[in-house]
């Protein structure tokens, strides 16, 4: 069965720069979310989007943003990258409001 | 407010010893789900227990939800080498299409 798709799975920036991270959902689930991971800590939520439409927000920077298109998949869009923006993030998505979530691989983000 | 903080946060037990993981959250929730993580991958959904349910069972893994103290715990029996993970718990508020906040986990070492 297909699972979530995260790409890419690794991504050097470089401090005040930017960056794309991909989404691609399972096909008929409806929400999808994005967390943050830094070393030894636990994920943090940043937003998500229920049928394309913003559903819940976390602490999500300012300098992040992130939209769901009409075919599902989502981005999470990072810009003025810092230092302390290196983590894992991954993207899960589920079905219903009842539902466990399914995680993609994630994106491991360094900032040099 | 956090949801979902575990504790301990490090067990170390023998193949075969049971681990029993606790879990507490701060709001009313919908529903109570345990998760695993291998180091540096996805989290993996492993059971969901709702708020009008007090003990489910999945294989070797035994949740029970107090929600009068607002506490959850996972037991896994007859542990393996490869239960080696951390294990988080993620709490669903009762409220709207909110997104899971995890707390910083517990991590499991068991020792062949």
């Known amino acids: 069965a297909a699972g979530v798709i995260q790409s890419p799975r690794h991504l050097i920036k470089e401090k005040r720069e930017t960056a794309t991270l991909k989404c691609y959902p399972i096909?008929?689930?409806?929400?999808v979310y994005w967390y943050q991971q830094g070393p030894g800590q636990d994920p943090q939520f940043l937003i998500s989007?229920?049928?394309?439409?913003?559903?819940d927000k976390g602490s999500i920077p300012d300098r992040f943003s992130a939209q769901q298109f009409s075919d599902y998949h989502s981005e999470l869009n990072m810009s003025s990258l810092e230092l302390g923006d290196s983590a894992l993030y991954f993207c899960?998505?589920?079905?219903?409001?009842?539902?466990?979530?399914?995680f993609g691989s994630g994106t491991r983000l360094t900032v040099v | 407010s956090q949801q979902g903080e575990e504790d301990p946060q490090a067990l170390s037990i023998q193949e075969g010893e049971n681990a029993t993981m606790n879990c507490s959250y701060k709001t009313s929730i919908n529903n109570l789900q345990w998760y695993r993580q291998n180091s540096g991958r996805g989290l993996v959904h492993l059971i969901l227990?709702?708020?009008?349910?007090r003990e489910k069972h999945s294989g070797r893994l035994r949740v029970t939800l107090d929600t009068s103290k607002k506490s959850s715990s996972l037991l896994i029996t007859a542990s393996r080498a490869a239960d080696t993970a951390s294990y988080f718990c993620?709490?669903?508020?009762?409220?709207?299409?909110?997104?899971?906040?995890f707390g910083s986990g517990t991590r499991l070492q068991v020792q062949p």
């Open positions: 899960a998505s589920s079905w219903i409001r009842e539902s466990g979530y399914t």
């Open positions: 227990i709702r708020s009008n349910e």
């Open positions: 989007f229920y049928e394309k439409m913003q559903s």
């Open positions: 096909p008929r689930h409806d929400t």
């Open positions: 993620g709490a669903r508020r009762d409220t709207g299409r909110r997104a899971l906040t």
